[in-house]
């Protein structure tokens, strides 16, 4: 009964944490979709400044080109000088600008280009050229102040086109198809019989300038005749770039018209379409349904399929702007930045499974208690059951060998005297063989006897270590001469290398002959006949003294090299050579070098030889600029030369 009541408590802690949880993380939704709003609404107002900078400097082309043809009409105006660049076209199909260009150079003034004879200036024809030549000043600082212009120009119902930036006649030809271009029909009276700015739907520009949209305005004379349109492209790749920097994660904005069509989108900045996009190529689950909302009325967020949908109505031109974000990204991007929330909950309900936990286990980390102290005690006796063994091991080890080496050495010793035969003639030569045998066999145990009984002593601690100041140069020379008839019979080439720098050494000289003894004979053993077997020894740049001992030989396998430093292990190459051996001398030169307070590496490859490096360590070496020893290195050294 108890523990029912202490789940329901749980449980109901648990559920009001939760629903706090929730609570929480619908704030940070709201939050993040009012910061999303205003957000669109900077955009928005960025948009609307340059739809309403466009339109006014179409009102401005407009109002400049129906006063310059009334001035001209009264003769307060002349045609401008570069009226005489318009020509007669090579074909004599129309006339158009001739601009000569200079290298380099680019024309500032409109391209005229149009269809029949070309009019005099005079004529009502030659006064409405005029004036779109007239209206260079407002073209460039249309050009200038509105960054994503294309083109702008002059449309007349006579026929002809003032183009600017200028376009070469090469390039660009009025023609009739032109006056079914939106930019000029939507201008006709029975279309626009209230002479209002129109905005054309998107196209692409068959001058390679990319998407765009126009917008215009109708032009009247002072009898309120049509006389033509003047319009402005604008490029969408640029307007798209104002888009793009207000994309978020997992939504997105985009510039719809009436028509249906996408005008600008992060995705078109880089992009070079060849029609203009439709709006369910961006809006996947685009249906009546979306459709309402896109060109409704409503204000806010709305839910539909996987979306939220936002729809702002631009001023002055008949587009929408759109945001639209994956519902299931903002559900992630509210959690995220729940994360305290969460954080609080996951650490309520890991006190409350700790708490449970340990009210029920309570008794039972009691026995646990016990049962480890008990645990605990069995293995502290059996460490030292394993320590005594192993002591008593290595001290059978030391005794056993000690009390080897006497019969071994008269063993030894009387072999000899048969050998040479001092009492006298053996008679058989069969016995002086056996007496040889029997010699080199028991010098043989008694090498195997001397490195058991040092190898015990290193790892019982016992080994101690005689040090005297030692000239490097001198000990490796000894080594190489005690070497030489082993490397005579076997046909090898021993050298000895030592650097003029090498500082004296403070070791054990006994122990350190051992060591290089041990390795020039490993390495005369395993070389090849002919080879080479080299000994070096030079300080490297970190001051230690360093000792290498390299061979041409058989070589040793990457998995053999991990052990051969341990007692008894011999590489595959010396079991195949049926060389002899223990596998004492590795870890015996091991176990001397570290000694030292030095270190032994090893390093091989099958077919081409062996190299072992000692280094040992700088505070060895009898320089005064040497570094001391360490301090329970220094303690030891002390200790030893008190007893």
């Not at 020509?87 to 001739?98: E, I, R």
């Not at 500032?108 to 409405?128: H, N, Y």
């Not at 009325?297 to 839910?303: I, K, L, N, R, V």
């Not at 040092?454 to 080594?479: F, H, P, T």
């Amino acid at each position: 009964m108890r523990d029912r009541l202490y789940i329901a408590g749980y449980a109901l802690i648990l559920v009001l944490a939760a629903l706090g949880l929730r609570h929480m993380w619908l704030r940070h939704e709201e939050t993040i979709l009012l910061l999303t709003e205003d957000g669109i609404g900077d955009t928005v107002n960025q948009l609307n400044d340059l739809i309403e900078e466009t339109s006014s400097h179409v009102n401005i082309l407009r109002i400049s080109a129906e006063s310059t043809l009334a001035d001209l009409s009264a003769k307060h105006l002349e045609p401008p000088v570069y009226y005489n660049r318009i020509a007669m076209a090579p074909d004599q199909s129309g006339y158009c600008t001739n601009e000569i260009l200079s290298a380099g150079s680019t024309p500032t003034t409109p391209a005229v280009s149009g269809l029949g004879p070309l009019p005099a200036p005079a004529s009502p024809l030659g006064e409405e050229i005029a004036m779109s030549l007239l209206l260079r000043p407002q073209f460039i600082a249309t050009e200038q102040n509105i960054p994503n212009m294309a083109w702008a120009y002059y449309t007349s119902a006579q026929h002809f086109i003032a183009l600017y930036p200028f376009a070469a006649c090469a390039d660009f030809r009025y023609s009739d198809v032109l006056h079914d271009h939106e930019f000029f029909s939507l201008g006709r009276p029975e279309v626009n019989p209230g002479h209002r700015q129109f905005w054309t739907s998107a196209y692409v520009d068959e001058a390679g300038k990319g998407l765009m949209a126009t917008i215009g305005a109708p032009v009247y004379d002072k009898r309120g005749q049509f006389r033509g349109t003047v319009a402005i492209d604008l490029t969408l790749k640029t307007l798209s770039q104002y888009l793009r920097p207000r994309e978020m994660t997992g939504g997105s904005l985009l510039i719809v018209n009436e028509q249906g069509q996408v005008l600008a989108h992060p995705s078109l900045v880089e992009a070079d379409p060849h029609d203009a996009p439709a709006i369910k190529d961006f809006l996947p689950d685009y249906d009546a349904d979306l459709r309402h909302i896109v060109y409704g009325s409503g204000e806010g967020f709305t839910a539909h399929g996987n979306g939220m949908y936002t729809v702002r109505t631009l001023s002055g031109a008949p587009w929408r702007l759109v945001y639209v974000m994956e519902r299931g990204a903002l559900h992630r991007q509210a959690w995220r930045q729940s994360g305290i929330e969460i954080a609080g909950f996951l650490l309520l309900a890991a006190l409350i499974i700790a708490f449970e936990t340990a009210r029920r286990n309570s008794h039972t980390l009691k026995g646990h208690a016990a049962g480890l102290a008990l645990a605990t005690e069995q293995a502290q006796k059996a460490r030292e059951e394993a320590d005594s063994a192993n002591r008593a091991k290595s001290l059978m080890m030391a005794n056993v060998s000690h009390d080897l080496r006497t019969p071994l050495n008269a063993i030894i010793g009387f072999s000899e005297v048969m050998l040479r035969q001092i009492f006298g003639p053996l008679g058989n030569e069969r016995y002086v063989g056996y007496a040889h045998d029997i010699n080199t066999s028991g010098e043989m145990l008694l090498r195997i006897i001397d490195n058991l009984l040092d190898l015990s002593k290193a790892e019982s601690g016992e080994y101690q270590l005689l040090e005297e100041v030692v000239d490097v140069g001198v000990l490796i020379e000894r080594c190489r001469s005690l070497v030489l008839e082993q490397a005579g019979r076997s046909g090898i080439k021993v050298e000895a290398e030592v650097a003029s720098n090498l500082p004296a050494v403070k070791l054990d000289p006994r122990a350190m002959q051992r060591v290089l003894l041990n390795l020039l004979s490993n390495a005369i053993k395993f070389s090849r006949r002919g080879g080479t077997v080299g000994l070096k020894a030079w300080c490297d740049p970190k001051r230690r003294v360093t000792i290498s001992v390299s061979d041409t030989g058989v070589g040793i396998s990457k998995k053999d090299l991990e052990q051969l430093f341990r007692p008894f292990s011999r590489g595959a190459s010396a079991m195949t050579a049926n060389h002899e051996g223990t596998g004492l001398g590795l870890s015996i030169v091991k176990s001397l070098v570290e000694l030292h307070g030095g270190k032994v590496t090893m390093d091989s490859a099958l077919g081409i030889g062996t190299v072992v490096t000692i280094e040992l360590p700088p505070w060895r070496n009898q320089r005064p600029d040497m570094p001391a020893p360490p301090p329970a290195k220094a303690e030891k050294q002390a200790a030893t030369a008190a007893e």
